[in-house]
């Protein structure tokens, strides 16, 4: 069983830039895709970012494309999320999630096996 753990979250003025870390333990991530999905208040929550296997292909919620970069480092068990440009708007419960199925990256949350507990990022304007 794999647990997932983030951190990096904090409070950060608009304009800022933060790196959100999930550390994997418990088996190896190496055939995972690893996603990171937010909550703001009140919302659903909703896909940020996924990266397959080798970090060879990532996708990106079409708000955060360009100013959010997410990576891995398999040797570590560990993915990152690099927040620039950030906005009230991304105020929210940044969570990291692992699918176990090989293949192209999904972005349902249906589709994930393990969640971690979430790290909360906070946006002033």
């Known amino acids: 069983q794999v647990q997932l753990v983030e951190s990096g979250g904090g409070l950060v003025q608009a304009g800022g830039s933060l790196r959100l870390s999930c550390a994997a333990s418990g088996g190896t991530i190496y055939t995972y895709t690893m996603a990171w999905f937010r909550q703001a208040p009140g919302k659903e929550r909703e896909f940020v970012a996924n990266t397959n296997f080798n970090g060879g292909t990532s996708f990106y919620a079409d708000s955060v494309k360009a100013r959010f970069t997410i990576s891995r480092d398999n040797a570590k068990n560990t993915v990152y999320l690099e927040m620039n440009q950030l906005t009230p708007e991304a105020t929210a419960v940044y969570y990291c999630?692992?699918?176990?199925?090989?293949?192209?990256?999904?972005?349902?949350?249906?589709?994930?096996?393990?969640w971690g507990q979430g790290t909360r990022v906070t946006v002033s304007a």
């Open positions: 999630a692992a699918d176990r199925q090989p293949g192209v990256p999904r972005k349902s949350r249906e589709a994930y096996d393990y």
